[in-house]
């Protein structure tokens, strides 16, 4: 596996930059284990040369922790640092004779659940050497908090480990996701570029124009990502617009303006499929509304046209005059001063001219480049320039945010969540009771009452439960202590630990719930086994305060997260789906035809026995093998007859640029490259690399048959469809030179099955 790989759970070692702050964050871990060392060796009067020794050691050690160059080693060597943690918690506890050190070892036992999670082996291998080093331990150590320790720490412990590991690994994916849907923005962008470079660089320039107009005005935060939205997008309708009418060299007739002024509709209709922009989608439809309700789509007027609206309306115009066109020269930036100023109150909002042309007098934009449009793009010059930066941030208001906060809130998730928790510690209970051979009332009472909760629970399952769950993980906080200070049990403290989970997970959102969490799991931990127990328990707080508090109010953190993971995925989706819609808006044919060829190349994929995550590759790649289009003239796109050779050279660049929109996309990098090589031939004879057999990617080669024969029983403007029967014996004739052989007997089954489907189907409506 690479090292910078994008793999699941520990994916922030992955990085030089990770590795760099995980080390830094490990000198802190280090120094916390020279604290609990030195605060139980001097309870137990042990603070001798040994342990003077172990804590200067530990204080040299841990400056020089973030000096040595991780970025250069595998994450698997940072990691190794927690062994020293667990390592220094295990010879302690021997050395004090003290098995509640042993709790220590519980980070670590997060950690490696994160950072292999990617793996389960690595996971099993790990937890389970940790536990049993714990459960060795704490019998050769001995005393009478063994059997709690053995029975009812280290398996909760390791269970609670294993969820903390498993909510890092959604969160490290909510990170990708977020990363994903800015690339995909990115990637609209750089389809508008392919069409028209003035276009692409000419929002940048508007979005750096609108920011300056926004300080000015002071608008919040919320407002200005919103506009920076809009400023960035505001054109992107242009993709559904002709080529002969976008970069026509002169004025356009009534005919095109009319066309041309379309352009805002689709934008919106581009941008609304995309979760959390319908404020954005709604301000880019009006970003060509009057003041004085002269303007269009809708003839709106006044302070009905959104702000951003209007910010980049003025931003935009005024852009557009200072830069050369195809038809006209650039004016100078004061006639284009004077004619906002004159237009001030009927096309433009006056407010907004006046906090403009003093942005112009700070000169904030006297670094603002000129665009040179006298002449068409070079589509594929520009998309392999090296991807700049854009400062795009997602709008993010409350009311955009989604409902659910976390995908626990689900009812069925939280009742499932809430019943195994009680089960697992009337488990652990029980099987301590019976070993110590404890059968008073208390005990059996308390595991008795998790029954009932997880009996309940399931009673309750599909309803919605929060406010029951609230109260029976609450629950524990209080019988808990009861039944620890019954049985004179420090280590059962831990039959919290599913309950922390569980406030820390379902409640976080609520702000007042997250302090008195902190508080309560801070009491609960450290200060209450110190009332109850007497100083005795002093190492077990102390363990406890660096072992628990902390990584259960991450998972609180990482719960939050998860809930942005959903919405995320939901925009990145959103996202793809709009580039599909630009797509139809030029060639109705192409994202019709991407979204039958997605359906056949899936159960082609099926039928070659690829894995889950092979087969949602494989869709990527066929639902977006042909958004290099966006790159290609309409003249060539559409045209009613065969291309000639200049132009069949042109549209066979459309797999490069599709590589070059969709690489921008992070995680995405080998859909990219199966739509670079979606129409290389199985005996080297495509393009654009000229691939062969299994060289090329196994995904190309199915997106490739199905394109094929899709293609061939479909009307287009230059012939009519083959009939199935004909496209069958095309692909039959064609395997082993043009399609892989494989691939065309997987593809002719599935249609020999979608046949048999049809005619059944026919005959129960016949039968009917």
């Given at each position: 596996?690479?090292?910078?790989?994008?793999?699941?759970?520990?994916?922030?070692?992955?990085?030089?930059?990770?590795?760099?702050?995980?080390?830094?964050?490990?000198?802190?871990?280090?120094?916390?284990?020279?604290?609990?060392?030195?605060?139980?060796?001097?309870?137990?009067?042990?603070?001798?040369?040994?342990?003077?020794?172990?804590?200067?050691?530990?204080?040299?050690?841990?400056?020089?922790?973030?000096?040595?160059?991780?970025?250069?080693?595998?994450?698997?060597?940072?990691?190794?640092?927690?062994?020293?943690?667990?390592?220094?918690?295990?010879?302690?506890?021997?050395?004090?004779?003290?098995?509640?050190?042993?709790?220590?070892?519980?980070?670590?036992?997060?950690?490696?659940?994160?950072?292999?999670?990617?793996?389960?082996?690595?996971?099993?291998?790990?937890?389970?050497?940790?536990?049993?080093?714990?459960?060795?331990?704490?019998?050769?150590?001995?005393?009478?908090?063994?059997?709690?320790?053995?029975?009812?720490?280290?398996?909760?412990?390791?269970?609670?480990?294993?969820?903390?590991?498993?909510?890092?690994?959604?969160?490290?994916?909510?990170?990708?996701?977020?990363?994903?849907?800015?690339?995909?923005?990115?990637?609209?962008?750089?389809?508008?570029?392919?069409?028209?470079?003035?276009?692409?660089?000419?929002?940048?320039?508007?979005?750096?124009?609108?920011?300056?107009?926004?300080?000015?005005?002071?608008?919040?935060?919320?407002?200005?990502?919103?506009?920076?939205?809009?400023?960035?997008?505001?054109?992107?309708?242009?993709?559904?617009?002709?080529?002969?009418?976008?970069?026509?060299?002169?004025?356009?007739?009534?005919?095109?303006?009319?066309?041309?002024?379309?352009?805002?509709?689709?934008?919106?209709?581009?941008?609304?499929?995309?979760?959390?922009?319908?404020?954005?989608?709604?301000?880019?439809?009006?970003?060509?509304?009057?003041?004085?309700?002269?303007?269009?789509?809708?003839?709106?007027?006044?302070?009905?046209?959104?702000?951003?609206?209007?910010?980049?309306?003025?931003?935009?115009?005024?852009?557009?005059?200072?830069?050369?066109?195809?038809?006209?020269?650039?004016?100078?930036?004061?006639?284009?001063?004077?004619?906002?100023?004159?237009?001030?109150?009927?096309?433009?909002?006056?407010?907004?001219?006046?906090?403009?042309?003093?942005?112009?007098?700070?000169?904030?934009?006297?670094s603002v480049p000129e665009i040179d449009a006298s002449s068409p793009p070079d589509e594929l010059a520009t998309l392999r320039k090296p991807s700049t930066s854009v400062p795009f941030e997602m709008s993010s208001s409350e009311a955009e945010r989604p409902a659910r906060l976390t995908t626990l809130d689900d009812p069925k998730a939280l009742i499932t969540a809430s019943c195994l928790n009680a089960a697992l510690i009337a488990l652990a209970m029980s099987t301590y009771l019976v070993v110590a051979g404890?059968?008073?009332?208390?005990?059996?009472?308390?595991?008795?009452?998790?029954?009932?909760?997880?009996?309940?629970?399931?009673?309750?399952r599909g309803r919605t439960p929060r406010t029951w769950c609230f109260f029976a993980a609450l629950s524990a906080y209080l019988l808990v202590p009861v039944v620890a200070f019954h049985y004179q049990q420090p280590a059962m403290i831990a039959l919290l630990l599913g309950s922390a989970v569980l406030l820390s997970g379902f409640f976080w959102r609520h702000i007042a719930l997250r302090i008195f969490q902190v508080f309560l799991l801070a009491f609960e931990f450290i200060v209450l086994p110190v009332l109850?127990?007497?100083?005795?328990?002093?190492?077990?707080?102390?363990?406890?305060?660096?072992?628990?508090?902390?990584?259960?109010?991450?998972?609180?953190?990482?719960?939050?997260?998860?809930?942005?993971?959903?919405?995320?995925?939901?925009?990145?989706?959103?996202?793809?789906?709009?580039?599909?819609?630009?797509?139809?808006?030029?060639?109705?044919?192409?994202?019709?035809?991407?979204?039958?060829?997605?359906?056949?190349?899936?159960?082609?994929?099926?039928?070659?026995?690829?894995?889950?995550?092979?087969?949602?590759?494989?869709?990527?790649?066929?639902?977006?093998?042909?958004?290099?289009?966006?790159?290609?003239?309409?003249?060539?796109?559409?045209?009613?007859?065969?291309?000639?050779?200049?132009?069949?050279?042109?549209?066979?660049?459309?797999?490069?640029?599709?590589?070059?929109?969709?690489?921008?996309?992070?995680?995405?990098?080998?859909?990219?490259?199966?739509?670079?090589?979606?129409?290389?031939?199985?005996?080297?004879?495509?393009?654009?690399?000229?691939?062969?057999?299994?060289?090329?990617?196994?995904?190309?080669?199915?997106?490739?048959?199905?394109?094929?024969?899709?293609?061939?029983?479909?009307?287009?403007?230059?012939?009519?469809?083959?009939?199935?029967?004909?496209?069958?014996?095309?692909?039959?004739?064609?395997?082993?030179?043009?399609?892989?052989?494989?691939?065309?007997?997987?593809?002719?089954?599935?249609?020999?099955?979608?046949?048999?489907?049809?005619?059944?189907?026919?005959?129960?409506?016949?039968?009917?």
């Amino acid at each position: 596996m690479k090292d910078d790989a994008l793999v699941p759970g520990g994916y922030l070692l992955h990085s030089y930059d990770a590795r760099t702050l995980a080390a830094r964050l490990a000198t802190v871990h280090t120094f916390v284990i020279g604290a609990v060392v030195a605060v139980v060796a001097i309870d137990s009067n042990k603070f001798d040369p040994v342990t003077i020794a172990f804590l200067v050691g530990l204080c040299l050690w841990a400056p020089m922790i973030p000096l040595i160059p991780w970025g250069r080693y595998s994450h698997n060597v940072l990691a190794k640092i927690y062994f020293l943690g667990a390592g220094t918690f295990v010879f302690f506890a021997y050395y004090f004779d003290n098995p509640y050190l042993l709790l220590g070892i519980y980070p670590e036992l997060f950690a490696f659940a994160d950072i292999y999670w990617y793996r389960r082996s690595l996971v099993a291998l790990h937890l389970g050497g940790l536990i049993a080093v714990f459960i060795a331990s704490a019998i050769l150590i001995g005393g009478e908090g063994t059997d709690a320790l053995v029975l009812i720490a280290a398996p909760l412990m390791t269970a609670s480990a294993v969820f903390v590991g498993a909510m890092s690994h959604r969160f490290v994916q909510a990170a990708l996701q977020h990363r994903q849907f800015q690339s995909a923005v990115d990637s609209l962008l750089a389809a508008l570029q392919a069409r028209d470079g003035y276009t692409g660089d000419h929002s940048k320039v508007t979005l750096a124009m609108a920011n300056a107009v926004a300080e000015e005005l002071n608008l919040d935060a919320e407002a200005r990502k919103e506009l920076a939205d809009v400023a960035l997008l505001h054109d992107i309708g242009k993709l559904g617009i002709p080529n002969s009418i976008l970069q026509k060299p002169g004025a356009l007739t009534d005919e095109e303006w009319e066309t041309m002024r379309q352009h805002p509709v689709i934008g919106e209709q581009i941008l609304s499929g995309v979760p959390g922009f319908e404020s954005i989608a709604k301000a880019v439809r009006h970003e060509h509304e009057r003041w004085d309700g002269g303007g269009y789509p809708d003839g709106i007027a006044g302070e009905e046209i959104p702000m951003a609206s209007r910010i980049v309306l003025t931003c935009d115009a005024f852009h557009a005059m200072t830069s050369d066109r195809p038809y006209r020269a650039a004016m100078s930036i004061d006639d284009a001063r004077a004619e906002l100023q004159q237009h001030a109150g009927t096309q433009f909002d006056p407010e907004i001219v006046a906090a403009f042309d003093r942005t112009i007098q700070s000169g904030a934009f006297d670094s603002v480049p000129e665009i040179d449009a006298s002449s068409p793009p070079d589509e594929l010059a520009t998309l392999r320039k090296p991807s700049t930066s854009v400062p795009f941030e997602m709008s993010s208001s409350e009311a955009e945010r989604p409902a659910r906060l976390t995908t626990l809130d689900d009812p069925k998730a939280l009742i499932t969540a809430s019943c195994l928790n009680a089960a697992l510690i009337a488990l652990a209970m029980s099987t301590y009771l019976v070993v110590a051979g404890e059968f008073d009332w208390v005990g059996w009472g308390f595991v008795g009452l998790q029954v009932a909760l997880a009996a309940t629970g399931a009673a309750l399952r599909g309803r919605t439960p929060r406010t029951w769950c609230f109260f029976a993980a609450l629950s524990a906080y209080l019988l808990v202590p009861v039944v620890a200070f019954h049985y004179q049990q420090p280590a059962m403290i831990a039959l919290l630990l599913g309950s922390a989970v569980l406030l820390s997970g379902f409640f976080w959102r609520h702000i007042a719930l997250r302090i008195f969490q902190v508080f309560l799991l801070a009491f609960e931990f450290i200060v209450l086994p110190v009332l109850l127990f007497g100083n005795g328990s002093v190492s077990f707080a102390a363990a406890s305060a660096r072992a628990f508090p902390g990584a259960l109010l991450i998972v609180g953190y990482f719960t939050m997260r998860l809930a942005e993971m959903h919405f995320e995925r939901q925009r990145f989706t959103g996202t793809m789906n709009s580039l599909l819609l630009a797509l139809q808006a030029r060639d109705g044919y192409t994202a019709d035809h991407s979204r039958e060829t997605v359906t056949m190349a899936t159960q082609v994929g099926q039928k070659l026995g690829l894995s889950e995550p092979e087969l949602l590759e494989l869709k990527d790649v066929a639902l977006l093998h042909d958004i290099g289009k966006l790159g290609i003239p309409d003249e060539i796109l559409n045209k009613p007859g065969p291309l000639d050779d200049a132009e069949w050279n042109l549209m066979r660049q459309h797999p490069v640029i599709g590589e070059q929109i969709i690489c921008r996309v992070p995680g995405f990098e080998s859909v990219a490259l199966g739509i670079r090589h979606e129409h290389e031939r199985w005996d080297g004879g495509g393009y654009p690399d000229g691939l062969s057999g299994n060289d090329i990617p196994l995904t190309s080669r199915i997106v490739f048959a199905c394109d094929a024969y899709h293609a061939m029983t479909s009307d287009r403007p230059y012939r009519e469809s083959l009939a199935e029967a004909a496209g069958r014996a095309e692909m039959t004739l064609h395997a082993g030179t043009q399609f892989d052989p494989e691939v065309v007997v997987a593809l002719l089954s599935v249609l020999d099955r979608l046949q048999e489907a049809q005619r059944s189907i026919e005959t129960a409506r016949l039968a009917a």
